[in-house]
């Protein structure tokens, strides 16, 4: 019984918590995860392609601040003046872009 209630509970906190990142997970998706992968992990063929890094990985996390992270995703990024990430800034909000970044360092393991 008492598990019971502890279980329903961490329900009802980790579904509040997804209601939160619902929109960001969805843009992720939408957006991001063809090349980054679903996990952050970049192990897509687009992403081998383009050797994107493992987001999972924490000193791949600490390559870049959070300043960076959404300069990059405003900007897009470029691989040897070839651009390899288009710039987003455009298509999301500034709200957005902060959520997206928050939403890749909880990739991290
Ligand atoms: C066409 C493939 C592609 C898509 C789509 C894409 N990216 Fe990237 N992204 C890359 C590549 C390639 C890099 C550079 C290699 C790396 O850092 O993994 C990169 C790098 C980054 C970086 C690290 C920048 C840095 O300073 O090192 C962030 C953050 C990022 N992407 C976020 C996003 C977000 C958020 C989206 C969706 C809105 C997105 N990317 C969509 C290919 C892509």
Same mark, same amino acid.
């Given at each position: !019984?008492?598990? %019971? $209630?502890?279980? @329903?509970? +961490?329900?009802?906190?980790?579904?509040?918590?997804? *209601?939160?990142?619902?929109?960001?997970? +969805?843009?992720?998706? *939408?957006?991001? *995860?063809?090349?980054?992968? %679903?996990?952050?992990?970049?192990?897509? !063929? !687009?992403?081998? %392609?383009?050797? $994107? %890094?493992?987001?999972?990985? #924490?000193? $791949?996390? +600490?390559? @870049?601040?959070?300043?960076?992270?959404e300069? +990059?995703i405003k900007?897009? $990024?470029?691989?040897?003046?070839?651009?390899? !990430?288009? #710039?987003f800034g455009?298509?999301l909000s500034d709200t957005d872009i902060k959520a997206l970044v928050?939403?890749?360092?909880? @990739?991290?393991?």
């Amino acid at each position: !019984m008492r598990r %019971k $209630v502890s279980l @329903f509970i +961490a329900t009802i906190v980790c579904s509040s918590g997804i *209601a939160i990142a619902a929109d960001t997970s +969805a843009i992720w998706k *939408a957006n991001c *995860a063809s090349c980054h992968g %679903k996990d952050g992990s970049g192990a897509t !063929m !687009m992403g081998k %392609k383009l050797n $994107v %890094k493992d987001y999972r990985d #924490p000193r $791949v996390q +600490a390559i @870049f601040s959070d300043a960076e992270a959404e300069r +990059a995703i405003k900007e897009g $990024v470029k691989t040897n003046g070839k651009e390899t !990430m288009k #710039p987003f800034g455009g298509k999301l909000s500034d709200t957005d872009i902060k959520a997206l970044v928050a939403y890749i360092r909880s @990739f991290k393991k």
